[in-house]
């Protein structure tokens, strides 16, 4: 039989952690799941770990690829081996917290029309979850709000459709998440889901830590700025404009932080990607304007859309 979910774990040395990391998907209030381990050529004894708990719980399924692909190519590995009708990233060394999975499924099955749903560590500012965001409404968030882009795989879930349509992760280093985040919520809607669902870990051996995920980061801001000038770009054309110069606003004071501090090639770096030319600098660079409540669900009398009661399944 077909489970509702499929949770995907990718691995890669990650023995300190992954047996916690599995316990907490294996004790979840919400059961209908698979549990997909897919090692990335683990050279630890994650693979040994995730094993014993294959032969335990016949939820858990374990894959090994033939060679190391990398994060984000295996996340999208793992998404072509889900059979569920949803699946979420779970990181090899998060914990979920027992509620995880019953909040997350029940909120997408509540709303047939979101692609994804989205949870960080804080709450979401402007009103109560879940939201259901158009695209124009994330852009509106992203570009004038609290910002949209900064979760990571382990606080979405997907309708499985929508991830393979959307083509998954473009691997482009430790921010290809970002870019996937403003290109999906430029097309699909997207649910906010509550913050607190899991604990994501924090340790020196995450990828996002290093030298060379810093310089990878500089290039968020092209990203940015072309997707504000793409085909798709939900915005008006006077909110592009607007966003446009938020975003050069963001980027001078930004790389003249990095200047202060001695970061030199940080700062050039973050200039040379920005995709913005003389012009552009001249054009844009203005005082911002910011709204906390950008991109927040409300009725026609300005009030906040409160979600109705999502019944348990």
């Known amino acids: 039989m077909t489970p509702a979910l499929s949770v995907l774990l990718t ?16 004790s979840q209030t919400f059961t209908d799941f698979e549990l997909l381990i897919v090692d990335d050529c683990s050279t ?3 693979l040994e770990i995730a094993r014993s708990y294959e032969r335990r719980d016949n ?26 009708e949803f699946m979420k990233f779970h990181d090899s060394d998060d914990v979920m917290y027992p509620h995880c999975l019953q909040v997350m499924v029940s909120m997408m099955q509540s709303e047939p029309s979101a692609g994804f749903g989205l949870s960080i560590g804080v709450a979401w500012p402007g009103g109560p979850c879940p939201m259901l965001l158009t695209p124009r409404m994330a852009y509106q968030r992203e570009f004038f709000g609290q910002g949209i882009a900064s979760s990571g795989p382990a606080g979405a879930i997907f309708r499985t459709a929508v ?17 996937f985040w403003i290109r999906a919520c430029a097309t699909e809607n997207t649910l906010l889901l509550p913050a ?3 604990w994501y870990r924090t340790h020196a051996d995450q990828e996002f830590q290093t030298p060379s995920a810093e310089a990878q980061y500089a290039r968020v801001g092209g990203w940015m700025w072309e997707a504000l000038g793409a085909a798709d770009c939900p915005l008006t054309p006077e909110e592009r404009e607007q966003a446009r ?12 932080q990095d200047v202060r501090r001695g970061r030199w090639r940080y700062s050039f770096d973050r200039l040379r990607h920005s995709k913005m030319t003389i012009g552009d600098w001249l054009r844009y660079l203005r005082p911002p304007r910011h709204d906390m409540f950008a991109g927040t669900p409300v009725d026609a009398n300005g009030e906040f859309i409160v979600p109705t009661l999502v019944s348990k399944r």
Do not use: H
Not at 171 to 178: E, I, K, L, M, Y
């Open 11 to 26: 691995a890669y040395n990650r023995g300190r952690f992954i047996g916690a990391s599995i316990e907490s998907v294996l």
């Open 59 to 84: 939820r858990v399924r374990v894959v090994v690829n033939e060679r190391n692909l990398g994060q984000f190519p295996n996340r999208n590995r793992a998404a072509e081996l889900a059979r569920a």
């Open 44 to 46: 630890d004894d994650t």
């Open 245 to 256: 110069r938020n975003r050069a606003f963001r980027l001078a004071r930004r790389t003249l």
């Open 163 to 179: 991830f393979r349509k959307l083509g998954g992760f473009e691997d482009v280093g430790v921010p290809s998440d970002t870019l």
């Open 196 to 198: 607190d669902l899991f």
